[in-house]
């Protein structure tokens, strides 16, 4: 088990990388520190909010399948989409302030 969990953190680590190295939209890299931060920051984010999001969608799932059988499939279907949509990692532009972080669906996704 400790070789999963410690496997896990190193690709969240790795994977950040990557992004929180990348310049920002206005052209001007951030200081070395705050891109270890927000990195850093990612990854441990994202270690700790992804269990609450992944809950939450499983038990989305099993309200549609209660939803299913009062409502129908349409109403079902809105349930586990709102449960399941949304943010599932958090970046470093989360970290930053720059993205907003989205527990429940996505408000910008077209429906």
């Known amino acids: 088990m400790r070789q999963i ?3 896990g953190i190193a690709m969240l680590l790795i994977g950040y990388s990557s992004q929180s190295w990348a310049a920002s939209e206005s052209g001007r ?5 705050r891109q270890v931060g927000t990195g850093l920051g990612s990854a441990i984010g994202t270690f700790v909010y992804f269990p609450f999001k992944a809950t939450f969608c499983i038990l989305g ?3 549609s399948g209660v939803t299913l059988v009062a409502a129908g499939s349409e109403q079902a279907g809105r ?4 449960a399941c949509r949304g ?3 958090i970046t470093p532009a989360n970290v930053a302030g720059e993205e907003p ?5 996505n408000p910008h996704a077209q429906q």
């Open 101 to 105: 972080v989205y527990f429940v669906g």
């Open 29 to 33: 890299p951030h200081s070395t520190l």
């Open 61 to 63: 799932g099993l309200a």
């Open 79 to 82: 349930v586990v989409d709102t």
């Open 5 to 7: 969990v410690a496997l």
């Open 87 to 89: 943010s599932w990692t």
